[in-house]
């Protein structure tokens, strides 16, 4: 026998409340009678506590009912201290606090359908009874308070670490919940001893200063650093290139940040320019900062300079034997530059002396070990060999190669972030530290970096690809370096806000393979074409990258596209209909039988979406739903967490 199908009517007029109300008339008419009259007081008594008694299961049987109602009133936004939430971590353990919820069944989804077919007035409590006891007219609210109360009961929200793992999208409109929820979960990180970093785009003061005040409260204020082009006096400088270990590392860092749109050849022509610059200064001994990359191949006689340096080193310490020769070959170079064209089979610089040097290099310096033994001199050095390369091609194919590097690096060498992104080591006078992606992993800092990418787009898109690529490397050496065990237990937590001003090749690579290394991604984002956008409308790669995070966070969204990816990953279930049907007819042949009438009920399952797509946009703020551990679907609120509390308990 098929189970029969149970229906909830939750939004149905509480009857039980007037029959608990009779029956306890009831029985406080008898517990009268009795007292008043001289009758059989055992019987009336008897009867009087059957009625109360049948009184309080009806009362007990509308509770229920009256409870989900006023739960679909909604629940008041939380402000909690900081100090209150560091209090309150203790008995977290190992735990992720995401506020306020419960874990959405079908049930919940069919409670939802169920509401949407009615009008407000029949789903919240009279309005003078709301204010009667309190509470704020859900009506006027923003958003629909109804879906949170879908539950008549709430629980912590905690979500362990180790689900973490796979990453996290946070996904709202503006104002929604992102911010906050950024604040409330990085301050729990950041108590853990945690190493957090943070790209803020928008340079937030509260999210900022909930950064500071965790490194506070955590006992170490140190712990906190921050870079912002707008406050450099109060920033850390950050060498973005400083961990690499080959030189094609540094070369392959700085391509990563090249816009998607560039081709790929012309990628490859951008990344052999730097790794053949950096090749030369690395062999002169000059720093590799940014600013001292962008004044080396910022023209072709920046290239001809770092490469009379490199040259002069070579034949001045590892090949002196062919001193001789270079003067003869400046001599004559010398002699024939009164001529009015120049000499067959030379490279053209703006130097006599580093064109002879540039001769002597190709026609005498052995190009194999066999041939160098022989002659007893050393082979041509791989860093020299480059420079000469780029020398010897012309001056418009040079322009082409270093188009796309040179604006690149200007961007994030202007004004005050020349010293705040290269450094100067010898600069004394300086006093902020200066710090790079290595050491703040080591130290587990909270690194707030204020991108001000709303005064300046470029820039700032620059500066927080650079940054994650920076933690990319640092990712790949943890892998390379450190043992197993010890990368396990270390937990890097970066939070990308607006991520579309920061994503690229270096955030998909960290979402990707670093999970490995203890990196945990989270991305802010508000809709899904932010992302397609950012990489130049290339969907499937916005898609692999959504791919990559297996834990969902979605407020109020509105964009059609972002609500079918969420909707995707959802999924659906079966929920109850119920249909009711009724007829009345005539007859004229049957005498006394002219009417008919028939009613029925019938109740089938239909497959819908577990989370109706059509609430998404009215989640109310703070508010959210959660798809954890690719599975577990949980409707949840979070409070507004503000640093301010610990002054005013103090």
Known sequence: MAERKRFEQLLRPAYE????????????????????????????????????????????????????????????????????MRDAMKDLQDN?????????????TQRAFEVMKRDLNEIYPPSWWLKWIGRDDPRKAKGLPWIHGLDMGERDVVLPFDTLKGHCAVVATTGAIKTRLAALVIFQLAMRGCCVIVIDPKGDKDLREICRQAAVL?????????????????????????????????????????????????????WMAVHRITNAMKYVGRRVSVYTLKTAMESRSAVEHLTSLALKKFFGEDCPQLQDALERQVNALAAQASGRNPPKGIVETGSIELTAMIKVFQEMVPEHEDDARQRGLPVKPEELRGLVAILEANREWFGKMIISITPLLT?????????????????????????????????????YLGSDTMADESVGRAMATMVLADAASVAAEIYNYEEPGHARRREIHIFNDEAGDGLGNPAIQLANKGRGAGVFMWFLFQTFSDIVDR???????????????????????????????????LGETSILIQGQSTGIGSKTEDVGLEFSANSSTNISERDREIFPRSLLPSLPDLHYI???????????????????GHEQES
């Not at 969902?552 to 990953?569: E, Y």
């Open 17 to 84: 409340a007037r029959a608990g109300v009779v029956w306890a008339f009831a029985s406080v008419w008898m517990f009268g009678i009795t007292i008043a009259f001289n009758a059989s007081k055992p019987a009336l008594l008897g009867c009087a506590m059957l009625a109360l008694v049948m009184g309080a299961l009806r009362i007990f049987a509308a509770r229920r009912l009256l409870f989900y109602k006023l739960a679909l009133s909604g629940k008041p936004v939380v402000v909690m201290p900081a100090i209150r």
């Open 218 to 270: 955590s006992g170490d204020p140190g712990r906190f650093l921050m870079l912002h082009p707008a406050f450099a006096s109060e920033s850390v400088r950050l060498d973005l290139i400083k961990n690499w270990d080959r030189v094609s590392q540094v070369a392959s860092r700085i391509t990563m940040v090249l816009d998607s749109q560039e081709a790929d050849n012309f990628k490859e022509f951008c």
């Open 96 to 108: 992720l606090w995401l506020g306020w919820g419960y874990r959405w069944e079908p049930r919940h």
């Open 535 to 569: 990489f130049s409308g290339n969907v499937h790669r916005a898609k692999k990258l959504i791919g990559n995070v297996n834990n969902l966070i979605v407020a109020a969204t509105q964009d059609p596209d972002t609500m079918n990816l969420i909707m995707d990953k």
């Open 411 to 447: 961007k994030l060498t202007t004004d005050d972030l020349r010293d705040l992104l290269s450094p100067d080591y010898d600069d004394i006078d300086d006093p902020r530290p200066i710090m790079d992606m290595k050491r703040i992993v080591e130290g587990n800092h909270i690194f």
């Open 626 to 644: 959660g798809l954890f551990n690719r599975g577990e679907l949980v409707k949840g609120r979070i409070p507004v967490l503000t640093a301010r």
